[in-house]
């Protein structure tokens, strides 16, 4: 008898277990009448902390927002969470955020593996997530409903770099240097898209780990293979690191980077001054333009956020969050989540510091463009080339 | 291209071989694997990156000044970390370092934050000068070759010609013992650590130069030095900067060929090694009688 009691209690338990996990269906709302709750995640410490900037910029345009009233009489309430670049942290953090919290949307928010750890967590709980802070097909390919990424993709950026390099440069004899993951792979499939287009073959491609501290052999195999110009879609030591390599060999190519190294004023600081003069990919405009909407960023941050450093991750963390703030205004009076996709899917054309942004039902990359940039002396950021698109691109055709 | 392989394998391996030194040492006298090694080189860099950066001193007053730091580092943690555990066992000796490193990685992300700054020696990259064939060598890789080779004279000299070296040999062998000869044990760690430290630093500055300094730069630089100790022999100082050599020409031929296997280079040689002569390749190896 009481084995039979405690099997129908156990049912029970697990009912109500299961009743109280379904998602969305007990968390607390992201918004009320006064104010809208979003949120980011990022490595506020730990060794990738420098990418957690990226997460602390929405809060400054949050702040502009606020300061004209808000949207439509609502506050925006900006919450970040560190999650050390861990994804089973990020797990955490987000789940205190919509559970407890409550969470309308998420912004920005750095690392392919904590985004992908979280991101079918926020598709069950019915989360906005906009401008994640890296470039990951699987966001966007399929389209994710509540999903939407301003970042371009990297392939698109090795495409768009490769065909300045032989095309503007009459630079043929091409090396890559890529990591050994995901980022560096897209990367190279976008110069190999490049040059199968042009019929050329890149002379050397060499991958690299993240933590390799010791690259003689690769600058060497560069050397080796001719390279006038090595193209690199790799992490910050990573890059400094070569450029350090090769200058004690007396290898001087011409140095193309992602758009991932494109904080110049960081570059040329950590590698002693080896970063003038080389060019990367960009996917919004310089933290160091005289453009009016820069200038009121700028502005605006050096009052909110004395203390931060207006660089590429930091204004990046703004740039993230537009489109959400423009598709809150659009909505008007009545917000809803079913609302907010809706504004965001009809999206056109949109741009803020960024790239122009088209969103549809069927298609969840905005963007398809990059600028590309060159460190002047002493880091300062040289547009030489405006938003160019990858007219190469797989992904718009299908 | 081959003789640039060598010289660029040589003179990483003589920094591996530097940095595998201050693990040995500490191996040696009481058999612990100090992980915190590499941090304990972080922070006496940072150090050194500090008094050049905010006190604006020359650079020679910061090397010193980082070098004293890592002496007093090094004492410290053996005196407040090792020392109080009870009737430690070896691997509770490790786990403690394991603690420290994290600690001071901790540390250094709150004092200097996490964003890499460049630290230079007087000793560039830059500089080359031709030898022959088209091979050229470095400032860097010279200073690393002197400091490795005078490293080495003063170990050998040390450990056979003075007290202290002979009572770390004797604390090493046999603890119990040293303590009934009269050997103040608890000074030898101590001095261990603290020395140990100091020549970390030294490797810890030049691994910084030739990349960035941020409070994860030594991780990887350590698993490459443990690698070259356990190659060469734990208990063995020659053994290491042969090991070291060996290991920085490996991984810069497999790099040259095999680029995707190179990462992976250092974790095979320890696990052969391990299979195949676990005391290291040229350590002796002591067996207790009952």
Redesign the interface.
């Known amino acids: 008898m009481k084995g039979k009691w405690f099997v129908i209690s156990a049912i029970v338990f697990l009912w109500v277990l299961t009743f109280s996990a379904v998602p969305g269906l007990c968390n607390p709302p992201g918004f009320d009448d006064k104010e809208i709750r979003i949120a980011s995640w990022g490595p506020l410490t730990g060794p990738a902390a420098p990418w957690g900037a990226v997460s602390r910029g929405p809060a400054v345009l949050a702040a502009m927002v606020n300061e004209q009233g808000g949207i439509h009489g609502r506050k925006i309430k900006h919450i970040v969470r560190d999650d050390m670049y861990n994804p089973a942290q990020t797990k955490v953090v987000v789940k205190e955020l919509v559970e407890k919290i409550g969470v309308f949307s998420f912004v920005s928010g750095p690392s392919s593996a904590g985004g992908l750890a979280v991101k079918d967590y926020l598709a069950q709980n019915k989360i906005i997530w906009v401008g994640p802070a890296t470039s990951v097909k699987e966001y966007v390919f399929p389209p994710q409903p509540y999903l939407f990424s301003v970042y371009p993709l990297y392939e698109d950026e090795g495409s768009v770099l490769a065909k300045y390099v032989v095309e503007k440069l009459g630079i043929k004899e091409i090396g890559v240097v890529y990591q050994n993951d995901t980022y560096g792979r897209n990367g190279l499939d976008g110069v190999r898209q490049r040059l199968s287009h042009l019929n050329m073959k890149a002379v050397a491609e060499i991958p690299v780990e993240a933590t390799e501290k010791d690259l003689s052999s690769h600058v060497l195999k560069l050397k080796n293979a001719g390279a006038k110009a090595v193209l690199m879609w790799v992490n910050p030591t990573t890059g400094v690191v070569l450029l350090k390599t090769a200058a004690t060999i007396g290898y001087k190519p011409q140095w193309v980077s992602s758009n991932t190294l494109s904080d110049f004023a960081l570059m040329n600081k950590i590698s002693g001054g080896l970063w003038e003069g080389v060019i990367t990919g960009a996917f919004m405009l310089p933290p160091d333009s005289d453009d009016p909407r820069v200038v009121k960023y700028r502005e605006a941050a050096k009052k909110y956020a004395p203390e931060e450093r207006f660089g590429v991750f930091f204004m990046a963390g703004m740039m993230f969050a537009e489109p959400l703030i423009e598709a809150l205004k659009r909505v008007g009076k009545n917000l809803s989540t079913g609302a907010v996709l809706k504004a965001l899917n009809s999206m056109k054309g949109y741009q803020g510091v960024g790239p122009k942004l088209t969103w549809s039902p069927d298609q969840h990359q905005g963007s398809d463009s990059v600028q590309i940039w060159k460190c002047g002396p002493g880091g300062k950021t040289i547009l030489i080339q405006d938003w160019t698109v990858n007219e190469l691109a797989h992904w718009k055709k299908k | 291209?081959f003789g640039?392989?060598i010289i660029?394998?040589l003179s990483?391996g003589a920094c591996y071989a530097v940095f595998g030194i201050a693990v040995v040492i500490i191996y040696k006298t009481s058999e612990v694997i100090n992980f915190a090694q590499g941090e304990m080189a972080m922070i006496s860099t940072f150090i050194a990156y500090h008094i050049l950066n905010v006190y604006g001193l020359p650079f020679w007053y910061a090397f010193v000044g980082a070098l004293i730091f890592a002496i007093l580092l090094g004492v410290f943690i053996e005196i407040c970390f090792l020392r109080p555990a009870k009737n430690p066992s070896v691997l509770g000796l490790i786990v403690i370092t394991l603690g420290a490193e994290m600690l001071l990685m901790?540390l250094a992300?709150w004092k200097w934050?996490?964003?890499?700054?460049?630290f230079?020696l007087p000793f560039s990259?830059?500089k080359?000068h031709e030898l022959f064939g088209g091979m050229?060598v470095?400032d860097?890789?010279i200073a690393v070759f002197v400091m490795a080779a005078l490293l080495m004279i003063f170990l050998y000299i040390f450990f056979r010609y003075t007290k202290l070296g002979v009572a770390m040999r004797a604390t090493q062998q046999n603890e119990h013992a040293a303590r009934i000869m009269g050997i103040k044990v608890e000074r030898v760690f101590s001095f261990a650590w603290g020395f140990s430290s100091l020549i970390g630093a030294l490797a810890g500055m030049f691994?910084a130069a030739?990349?960035?300094l941020?409070?994860?730069?030594m991780?990887?630089?350590f698993l490459?030095a443990f690698a070259a100790a356990v190659l060469g022999g734990l208990m063995s100082i020659p053994g290491v900067v042969i090991g070291a050599g060996i290991l920085?020409l490996l991984?810069?031929?497999?790099?040259?060929y095999w680029?995707?296997w190179?990462?992976i280079v250092a974790f095979l040689v320890i696990v052969l090694v391990l299979c195949i002569r676990p005391s290291g390749l040229f350590a002796r190896h002591y067996e207790k009688k009952v």
């Open positions: 291209m640039q392989l660029e394998g990483i901790g992300g934050g996490a964003e890499q700054k460049d230079a990259f830059h080359t050229v470095n860097w890789a691994f030739r990349s960035t941020d409070p994860a730069y991780l990887e630089p490459r920085g991984e810069n031929f497999f790099g040259f680029p995707a190179k990462p």
